[in-house]
């Protein structure tokens, strides 16, 4: 399954299949010993890589691994890999069983057109209560397919779950890889450090990828101590390179190469213009040097694939080892408490006081740590949030509870939200989040009996150190996303985005150069063609602007909103027809491939929407498929609202290039008709009981919107408030809004959420608007759930 030609032969990599020739168990049959040594080189091979990647790669590396070998020994069918990377589920179907979302159906309709999947879609319609059952369990990877479903293949069975449960296909894939490969591939103990130094040398670096709160240099210090290397006995060298320290780590490797010391150079991405001068010395020292001469190297991983400054030398000698942070509230909360000990805990003269806030600051560091891991809809952004923050804020507790006489509760929530931890947000919304744990984990009611930081986890009473370590191991909840305040839809969005994630890599990984036509796919350059002349046909021709205009009696704020779309929607169908033909004409061989015609090949051949066209586009998370119909559908929007410009009678506000001219627009006309001034206007958000369909005029004042959905709830139509999401229902449409504008000082705000409106599920930079909701509840279980209000999904 390796082969050795396409790497260096020199380095840690040799060193590694060498080794696992040594470790395949001889045979007499020449078949067996092949065997052996296949399995022995694949394994070693596969640690060897692993160890270097972060826990968020290693599946995405582990699947393709699996899928190359089955696909060479011709065990899984090409065509079949094909949908479960690519899912070209079909669009525009509506499904017929309330529990498969019309996406979920669309896949299932485009396996059903497939030989091996005939009838699946009219068996799951037929036997809707035991698909059901199937679809909805717990671990649905773990069970039995419904009738003879259950004796399809592996493969076969992935694909039919990338379609049903999504949010399981990692779990799903681990188990296919058990399956195929054997359990040691998907067992997510790491090896330990002293095994991992038996493979070094002194021509072979130890490499490790740095992550935030994580110290790997203790595991070298500690093996060091075990072999009489430390900084007391002057053969163990630190040096920490930046300011100047590049002839210092010079000179210690000069010293222990010939002496046999370890050293250690740390953070050498900050030295960039001498890393190529340390690559010479140590290829220099890798022959005849001191046999017990080590070295270790640290440095952070590039923020981005163009910024990597570490030498290829370096990396291919090396041996690279990843070490992370512990993941889930408990580990993070126990980290967090590790920052401190009992003498901490005495410190304080208002002992109660202070142990309280300390351990409610333990959580919210650990909380707003973990957060993240919920990409978008835990923080928009992400953050650097580190052990300072937490050690610096208990300092500031501690000044403050010895300098006050009452608890200065705004003081110290000013602080910490504002300052300690607020100095690392950018964002607005994440600024009122971070200031909304704070509320509810620090106020006066926390030292006034039970007190709850979760759902069924009081904060603790008066303790000891070693007490407090206890009580997270009995008293915390299992992880859910209800120790955030999130839904637990909130882990099943995270989880099918990360599922996503890893069929599209995988898919960008395929090799290129094969055609896949021996399965049935067809070669790449028939797939793109197909695709491209479809496009061509499809699309309409561009707005003629000057004639639009010529039709408009009066210049509206509605009509100049109207032409403002107009020319953006050219400019987008010009590049993308401009692309296509110049494509065209590339395969028929008129014109010479440029690396923008290969790109645009490719992207069309992965159904990801190209780069030329998104910059010229708005932002969407849609595969090119569903990008180009929901395309189709806006060109339409736009061609009847032109027809005689008179304002839809309910507007899709998802389908504008900037849904804030419009918004702006409706205030704007109410301004002029009343003679009000525009900035002292705001609008006023109803939400009707009604879909679009019921609507056959815009109203006489404001605008009726339909198209958007809600994340981290639901609105209840009924009783008109927000109301918990259902379970498996992440993003549920919302009713048609009645958006009036009115003098701001006449706003209600009570009982009232200030919802986001952002385009897509990135959230961030797509931030549209503010919509006031009205709520029964106190606003800030919706802060905490991370509420939003999304314009496409």
């Not at 399954?1 to 045979?27: M, N, T, Y």
């Not at 049903?164 to 894939?173: E, L, S």
């Not at 190297?297 to 570490?310: D, K, L, N």
Request: glycine share 6%.
């Amino acid at each position: 399954h390796w082969s050795c030609s396409k790497v260096s032969p020199s380095g840690a990599f040799s060193l590694v299949f060498q080794k696992a020739i040594e470790r395949a168990p001889p045979d007499e049959s020449l078949a067996a010993r092949v065997l052996n040594l296949i399995d022995s080189i694949t394994f070693s091979v596969f640690q060897y890589t692993t160890r270097g990647l972060f826990e968020c790669d290693k599946l995405t590396y582990t699947a393709q691994v699996t899928f190359q070998i089955l696909l060479m020994s011709k065990e899984i069918n090409a065509v079949e890999l094909d949908f479960l990377l690519r899912y070209p589920a079909q669009t525009r179907v509506t499904s017929p069983v309330e529990f498969l979302s019309n996406h979920s159906w669309g896949g299932i309709k485009a396996l059903s057109s497939m030989e091996e999947f005939r009838n699946l879609d009219r068996d799951i319609e037929g036997s809707a209560k035991r698909w059901k059952k199937f679809v909805e369990s717990e671990c649905p990877e773990k069970e039995k397919f419904p009738q003879e479903w259950k004796k399809k293949s592996a493969l076969q069975r992935l694909c039919i779950m990338r379609a049903i449960r999504p949010d399981r296909m990692t779990y799903a894939v681990r188990d296919f890889v058990e399956e195929k490969l054997g359990s040691k591939y998907v067992v997510g103990r790491s090896l330990d450090f002293a095994t991992t130094f038996e493979e070094s040398g002194p021509a072979t670096p130890m490499f490790f990828i740095l992550s935030p709160g994580v110290d790997p240099l203790k595991d070298v210090e500690k093996q060091g101590k075990k072999l009489g290397y430390t900084f007391n006995n002057r053969n163990f060298h630190n040096v920490s390179l930046g300011q100047g320290q590049e002839v210092v780590a010079e000179q210690a490797l000069d010293l222990a190469a010939k002496e046999g010391h370890w050293v250690i150079l740390q953070n050498i991405h900050l030295v960039a213009k001498c890393l190529s001068s340390l690559e010479k010395k140590l290829e220099q020292h890798s022959e005849g040097s001191h046999q017990d001469f080590r070295v270790f190297i640290s440095a952070e991983p590039a923020p981005s694939s163009e910024s990597h400054i570490i030498p290829q030398g370096i990396l291919e000698n090396s041996i690279k080892i990843t070490n992370e942070a512990p993941t889930g509230m408990h580990a993070n909360l126990h980290k967090a408490l590790d920052n401190f000990n009992q003498d901490t805990l005495e410190m304080c003269t208002r002992e109660h006081e202070f142990k309280s806030i300390l351990f409610a600051l333990c959580y919210f560091h650990a909380v707003v740590a973990e957060r993240r891991k919920f990409g978008p809809q835990g923080w928009n952004r992400s953050y650097p949030f580190n052990t300072g923050d937490l050690t610096i804020s208990v300092n500031v507790l501690y000044n403050y509870l010895e300098a006050s006489p009452k608890v200065p509760y705004d003081d110290l929530r000013y602080l910490f939200g504002e300052i300690m931890y607020g100095g690392h947000i950018t964002d607005d919304w994440d600024r009122r989040l971070c200031r909304t744990y704070l509320e509810e984990f620090i106020k006066p009611e926390m030292l006034e009996g039970e007190f709850l930081l979760a759902p069924g986890f009081p904060l603790p009473g008066n303790m000891d150190y070693n007490g407090y370590h206890q009580y997270i191991d009995d008293a915390l909840p299992p992880e859910s996303p209800y120790l955030y305040g999130l839904h637990p839809n909130a882990e099943i969005g995270f989880l099918t985005q990360t599922s996503e994630k890893l069929f599209r890599v995988v898919l960008e990984m395929q090799p290129r150069d094969t055609s896949m036509s021996d399965g049935g796919v067809g070669t790449r350059e028939e797939t793109v063609k197909a695709l491209l002349e479809e496009m061509l046909e499809k699309l309409m021709d561009e707005f003629n602007i000057t004639e639009l205009m010529a039709k408009v009696e009066e210049r509206t704020p509605y009509s100049v909103v109207a032409f403002q779309e107009c020319e953006r929607m050219n400019i987008l169908t010009s590049e993308i027809k401009r692309s296509l033909k110049e494509l065209d004409l590339g395969l028929k061989g008129e014109l010479t491939m440029t690396s923008d015609m290969e790109n645009l090949q490719n992207a069309l051949f992965l159904d990801m929407v190209p780069e030329s066209w998104t910059k010229k586009a708005y932002p969407s998370t849609a595969s090119l498929g569903t990008w180009f119909a929901d395309l189709l559908t806006r060109i339409k929007e736009l061609e009847a609202w032109t027809g005689d410009f008179s304002l839809p009678s309910t507007v899709w506000l998802a389908g504008f290039f900037n849904p804030q001219s419009i918004l702006t627009a409706i205030m704007q006309c109410t301004a002029r008709k009343n003679g009000w001034p525009l900035d002292k206007m705001t609008l006023q958000c109803d939400v009707t009981k009604k879909n679009r369909e019921d609507f056959a005029s815009p109203p006489r004042e404001g605008a009726y919107v339909h198209g958007l959905f809600m994340e981290g709830a639901r609105w209840d139509a009924q009783t008109g408030i927000i109301t918990d999401a259902k379970l498996k229902e992440l993003t549920p449409a919302v009713p048609v809004i009645f958006l009036k504008a009115i003098p701001a000082d006449k706003q209600d705000l009570r009982n009232m959420y200030p919802c986001p409106v952002y385009k897509t599920r990135q959230r961030g930079p797509t931030y549209v608007w503010t919509f006031n909701l009205k709520t029964k509840e106190n606003p800030s279980k919706w802060v905490l759930a991370g509420v939003a209000l999304l314009l496409q999904v």
